[in-house]
């Protein structure tokens, strides 16, 4: 760890236990992110503040490999969840939020109703148990938008922008990459969040692309026209956020309504 990222979690963990010390029934609890994390920790692009709602007298301490919740399990002793279609998913406790650690496979909402613009990278099935499908950024999200359902089981929805930097934020890049997969080789998966390098659907040259080398998972912010997914890369071991076209399509992880 650098210098600047020991500065970094210095000041997240004086935050969070001042915040804790003063906390009472429940409390909001803002939380910092500095940027991405990268091969060199944390980034300098510090500054960026967003509110997520910390559930009751939920205790919250900082460790080496993340942000952990001491004390309180964001899953609920949650082990896995089942989409519409029967397919199950692990799930994984990042800290605050608790997330799908697979990507998803889902063909149908929660009403039944057919999920479009479903995709398989090369329109190989084969391919379907290890990466999941790939969805344009309205079939993700479009289904039951007041709570940010989308294609995710009931009581699950699309990560928002904010949960997505946190994850990116609180784990370098290999630390949430799947083992095996990857070109190249570099996932560690000690966050046991198990990110896969699905590649996508380019909308625009009709291709598939970067299976094994990039993932990419859509979030539900909008920007314009376009729309917001991260992007995971192995060969530079970065993290962004990406302006996209909906018309893509890209990974699906879901995240437990807290």
């Known amino acids: ?32 992110v500095s ?30 490999e993340g942000i952990q919740q001491g004390g309180y399990s964001a899953c609920n002793d ?40 479903v995709r398989t990278y090369n329109d190989d099935p084969s391919l379907l148990d290890i990466y999941g499908h790939l969805y344009t950024w309205d079939a993700a999200t479009q289904y039951n938008t007041a709570e940010g359902q989308g294609i995710c089981p009931t009581g699950w929805h699309v990560p928002t922008e904010a949960e997505m930097e946190y994850v990116m934020a609180a784990y370098d890049p290999e630390e949430l990459m799947s083992i095996p997969h990857w070109i190249p080789a570099i996932g560690t998966d000690i966050s046991n969040f198990t990110l896969l390098p699905g590649g996508l659907y380019n909308s625009a040259s009709g291709r598939y692309e970067d299976l094994l080398v990039r993932a990419y ?9 376009m729309a917001i997914a991260c992007l995971f890369g192995a060969a530079c ?22």
């Open 1 to 32: 760890m650098n210098i600047s990222s020991k500065f970094y979690y210095a000041l997240l963990i004086t935050f969070f236990t001042y915040a804790t010390i003063f906390a009472q029934e429940s409390i909001e609890m803002p939380v910092l």
């Open 217 to 225: 998972l859509w979030t539900v912010k909008e920007d314009g026209s």
């Open 78 to 117: 949650i082990t896995e969840v089942a989409d519409i279609d029967g397919n199950h998913y692990p799930v994984v406790d990042l800290g605050l939020f608790c997330f799908t650690a697979k990507n998803l496979k889902a063909e149908h909402y929660a009403d039944h109703s057919v999920v479009p613009d």
């Open 237 to 258: 071991s970065t993290t962004e956020f990406l302006p996209s076209e909906k018309a893509n399509c890209y990974s699906v992880r879901c995240v437990l309504n807290y």
């Open 35 to 64: 940027g991405y994390a990268n091969n060199g920790g944390i980034s300098a692009s510090v500054g960026q503040v967003f509110d997520a709602m910390a559930p009751e007298n939920a205790s919250i301490s900082l460790i080496t």
